[in-house]
Structure formats: C-alpha cells, structure tokens
C-alpha cells in the first residue's frame, strides 16, 4: 500500500531523514519508533505532501505521489491525524469530526461513519456539541483520530497517539487502534514508547537519528537485545 524509497528530506541544511526506506502492506500495522528528534514526524508529514522532500520516491497504492500537493495524497486515501491532535478548538466535537470528511460528496454515509465514530469513543458522543478546545487531552486525542477516520482512509497515519496521557487513557486508546487493525485498516504508527507500540504492531522500524537503524517484525524486535537496551530499559 505504501512504498518508500530512499527518501531524504531537508530543513535548510539539517536533514531531518536520511535515506529512509520503508513500506506498509494493506491490512498492516507498522510503527516507527525512536527517541525524540529521530525524524518519525518528518516521515509522516512527507508521506502527507508537507515537508520539503530533497529525494527519494513515496509509492501509494502503486502510484507515485513524492510531489503532490497535500489535498491530492488525502484523496489518494491518506488519513494523518498529527502530533499534538490539532482539533479545531473552537469548533464543537461534530464540527470537528464533519470537516474530517470535507473532501467526501456521500452525506447520507458521512452521517453512518460519524455514528461509527461514536460507537468507537462513545465520549465523543456525550460531548458533541462541546467546543473542542475545552476537552481533555485523551479526548482531544480521540476526536484527533475520529476526524482523520472521517476521510475512509485507505492508509492511517497516527503520530504519537500516547504523548502526555495517563496511563488509563492511553490503554483506551490502543484497545481502539488494535480494533481499527482487527477490522482490516491499514495503520503507520509513530510512537516514542516504543514497548507500547511494539505490543500492538505487526512490524517495526526503529529510527535513529534520520536513518533506519534496525527493521523487522514487532516479536523479533521485542527482543532484541539492542532494541531492549536502547528503548525497553524502564
Ligand atoms: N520545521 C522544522 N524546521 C527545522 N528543523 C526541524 C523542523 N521540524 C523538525 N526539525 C528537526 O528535524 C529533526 C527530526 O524531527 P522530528 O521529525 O520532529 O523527529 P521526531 O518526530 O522523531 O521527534 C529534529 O532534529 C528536529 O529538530
Ligand atoms: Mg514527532
């Protein structure tokens, strides 16, 4: 479904990702771990179309899209739900999760995938018509993702879902994303807490400094005794 090759890409001078390949078959659930700075954003963002790629190539569904504008990778079926969430703050829940599938025409199956939304974080249904920026964290997070489901994406792209919630909210949160992958949605996940995220995926890519520093599948990965040193030491 995604294929990345050789892809570098440059702030000013700082290459922020060096050479990175990778790719995610339909159905997968890959994640991208490594310490802050590694470049795990800056994949997702080029894979989206916003971050100034210097080379390599990004393959979606077997159609090069390296230098499409960010509304054409959505259409392709890119879903990024970003680091930070990045709701609408003054926008109520419903609002938020509408403009999710502003690209789509269908509204009497827009208003069953809100529904579906609903039934994924039934918090989000008791807090419809609040403003989003009033929510708490793990709710903000929850719409962050319902939003980005809004599109039907064929690729899910989740970065950091678990960055400053408390424990009891982030296990809420991976029961939903293991539920997305059970129900066949292909998922690129971007975690800092590499356990958690090693837990749930298929497979790994561990990012070092800008380049792929070791790959395979989540099991191996686990226990790896560098991987262990390095990332699984708490
Ligand atoms: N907009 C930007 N301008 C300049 N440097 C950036 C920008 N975004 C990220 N960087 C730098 O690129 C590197 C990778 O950052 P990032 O992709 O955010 O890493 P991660 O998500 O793994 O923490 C870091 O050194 C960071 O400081
Ligand atoms: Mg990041």
């Known amino acids: 479904m995604l294929r990345i090759e050789g892809l570098t890409v440059a702030y000013g001078g700082i290459e922020a990702v060096r050479g990175v390949s ?14 802050n700075g590694a470049g795990k954003t800056t994949t997702l963002m080029a894979i989206s179309g916003v971050a100034p790629i210097r080379s390599g190539r ?23 739900c970003p680091e930070g969430r990045l709701v609408f703050g003054r926008l109520t829940v419903h609002e938020n999760l509408r403009l999710g599938a502003y690209q789509r025409k269908d509204g009497a199956s827009v208003r069953q995938d809100i529904d579906r939304v ?24 929850m719409l962050a993702i319902g939003r980005a489901l809004m599109s039907r994406p064929r690729l899910l792209m989740l970065d950091e879902p678990s ?10 949160i991976f029961g939903v994303i293991r539920q997305l992958h059970a129900e ?21 890519y561990v990012l070092e400094t800008g380049e792929v520093r070791l790959a395979g599948s989540a099991k191996a990965l686990i226990d790896n005794p560098e991987v262990r040193r390095a990332y699984l030491s708490q």
């Open 22 to 35: 990778l790719d995610v078959a339909e159905g997968e659930l890959v994640t991208i771990v490594g310490n």
């Open 58 to 80: 990004i393959v979606i569904d077997g159609a090069e899209t390296t230098r499409l504008a960010p509304h054409a990778i959505v259409a392709r079926g890119v879903a990024h």
């Open 118 to 141: 609903y039934a994924l974080f039934p918090r989000l249904l008791e807090r419809r018509t609040q403003l989003a920026g009033t929510l708490s964290g793990g709710e903000q997070q």
């Open 163 to 172: 960055l400053g919630l408390a424990p009891l909210i982030v296990q809420r």
């Open 184 to 204: 066949g949605v292909t998922i690129l996940l971007v975690e800092q807490n590499a356990h958690l995220a090693l837990t749930v995926a298929d497979r790994a």
